[in-house]
C-alpha cells in the first residue's frame, strides 16, 4: 500500500491562496529582522557621543539628487509612452512616475507601482484627465490578464518593460565601471568581473542594435508584436535600443543611477563619513538586482545589511553607513511624496 499523502489540486490551490496572503507579512518580518540584523552591532551611545558632526545641509543635497533622479526616469518613461502613440503630457508621466514610486516604498516589491503606472497612462488623455473611468477602477482593483487585457493596455505595460530593461542596463553598466575601478579592493577577481560585465552588456545591446537594423529580423520582431497585439510598440523598442539611439540611452541610464549614487554618498557625508566612488558604484548597482528578489519591504534591511558590509571594506564604519542608509530610504519617501497627487486625483 501506498503511505504517502495524496495530495490534491484543491489542497495545492489552497495552500498557495495562503501563502500569497501571508507572504506580504512574512516579508514585513523578513525586513524588520534584517534591519535589526544590520543595527544590532552599533553602540548607539558611544556612537552619538563620539565627536561626529552632524550636516544637515547634506541631506538637501541627497534629496535634490533622489528628485532629479526620478524626474530623469519619468521623463525617459514619458518619451517611450509619446514614441508608441500615446498622447499625455510628459509633466503628467513624470507625475505617474512619483506616483508609482510611492507606492514600490510601501510594497514589498516595485511590480506594483509599475502596473499602476501601466495602467492608469493607458488612460491618459491630452489633457491630463484620464478616461473610462469605469475600465481603469475595475483594471487598478483586480488583476490584471495580460494574455486577454486590450492592446492599448499590453502596449502600455511593454513601455514600463521597455523602460525598466533601461534602467536595469544602466545599472550593470555602472557596476561594472565601478568593478573596473575598485573590484581589487572587493576581491582579486573584481576587476575581471567588473570587465566581464560591461563586455557582456555592451556586446548584448550591439546585438539588439543589429537585429533592429536588419530588414529580415526586425520584419520578424514586428511578426511577433502583431501576434502579441503590440503591434505599436515597434517604434519604443526603436527610441530605446537602436543605433545609434542607444548609447544615449546607456548614458542616460547610468547618469540616473549615478544620481541615486551621490545621494547615498551625501548622507554619508552628513553624518562626516567619505566613501570612494567605487565603492558605492558596486554596492548600489549590487543592492538593485537584490531587490529585485522578493524579500524585503523597498530594501529596508536587506539595503543596511548590503551597504554596511561593503562599504566597510573601504574601511567606512558600519554604524555611519546604516544610519546614512536609513537617511537614504526616509529621504525616498518624503521625496516621493509629491506623486500622492495622482494618487489622490483619481479618487
Excluded at 526616469?73 to 518619451?79: C, K
Excluded at 509612452?81 to 506616483?99: E, H, I, N, P, W
Excluded at 482593483?141 to 487585457?149: F, G, P, Q, S
Aim: proline residues 4%.
Amino acid at each position: 500500500m501506498n503511505s504517502q499523502p495524496n495530495i490534491t489540486p484543491e489542497a495545492t490551490s489552497r495552500w498557495k491562496a495562503i501563502l500569497k496572503r501571508a507572504w506580504p507579512t512574512i516579508r514585513i518580518l523578513l525586513s524588520l529582522a534584517l534591519l535589526w540584523k544590520a543595527t544590532s552591532g552599533i553602540d548607539w551611545h558611544a556612537l552619538f557621543t563620539s565627536e561626529f558632526k552632524l550636516q544637515p545641509k547634506w541631506f538637501l543635497a541627497a534629496g535634490i539628487a533622489i528628485i532629479l533622479a526620478f524626474i530623469c526616469g519619468g521623463l525617459r518613461w514619458g518619451f517611450l509612452m509619446r514614441t508608441v502613440g500615446f498622447q499625455g503630457s510628459l509633466k503628467d508621466y513624470v507625475a505617474l512616475y512619483f506616483a508609482g514610486g510611492l507606492i514600490n516604498q510601501g510594497l514589498p516589491s516595485t511590480l506594483g507601482g509599475d502596473s499602476y503606472r501601466a495602467i492608469t497612462a493607458s488612460h491618459l488623455n491630452k489633457g491630463g484627465q484620464f478616461s473610462e473611468s469605469k475600465e481603469l477602477d475595475e483594471e487598478l482593483h483586480h488583476a490584471v490578464d495580460l494574455e486577454h487585457a486590450p492592446p492599448k493596455l499590453r502596449l502600455s505595460f511593454s513601455m514600463v518593460l521597455v523602460d525598466r530593461l533601461l534602467g536595469l542596463a544602466g545599472n550593470n553598466l555602472l557596476g561594472g565601471i565601478g568593478l573596473i575601478l575598485g573590484g581589487a579592493t572587493l576581491a582579486a577577481w573584481g576587476v575581471i568581473l567588473g570587465y566581464a560585465v560591461t563586455a557582456v552588456m555592451i556586446f548584448s545591446g550591439l546585438v539588439i542594435a543589429l537585429i533592429l537594423a536588419w530588414t529580415p529580423s526586425r520584419n520578424l520582431l514586428q511578426k511577433g508584436l502583431d501576434r502579441l497585439q503590440m503591434s505599436n510598440a515597434l517604434p519604443g523598442i526603436k527610441f530605446a535600443f537602436s543605433w545609434p539611439m542607444n548609447i544615449a540611452q546607456a548614458s542616460f541610464a547610468i547618469g540616473i543611477h549615478f544620481l541615486t549614487i551621490l545621494a547615498l554618498g551625501f548622507c554619508l557625508k552628513a553624518y562626516g563619513a567619505d566613501a570612494p566612488i567605487e565603492g558605492l558604484m558596486i554596492g548600489l548597482p549590487a543592492l538593485s538586482l537584490l531587490l529585485m528578489l522578493p524579500i524585503s519591504i523597498s530594501g529596508w534591511g536587506l539595503r543596511e545589511a548590503t551597504l554596511s558590509s561593503v562599504l566597510a571594506l573601504w574601511g567606512v564604519n558600519p554604524s555611519l553607513t546604516v544610519l546614512a542608509s536609513m537617511s537614504y530610504g526616509a529621504l525616498t519617501v518624503f521625496c516621493v511624496l509629491p506623486g500622492a497627487y495622482y494618487l489622490l486625483k483619481r479618487k
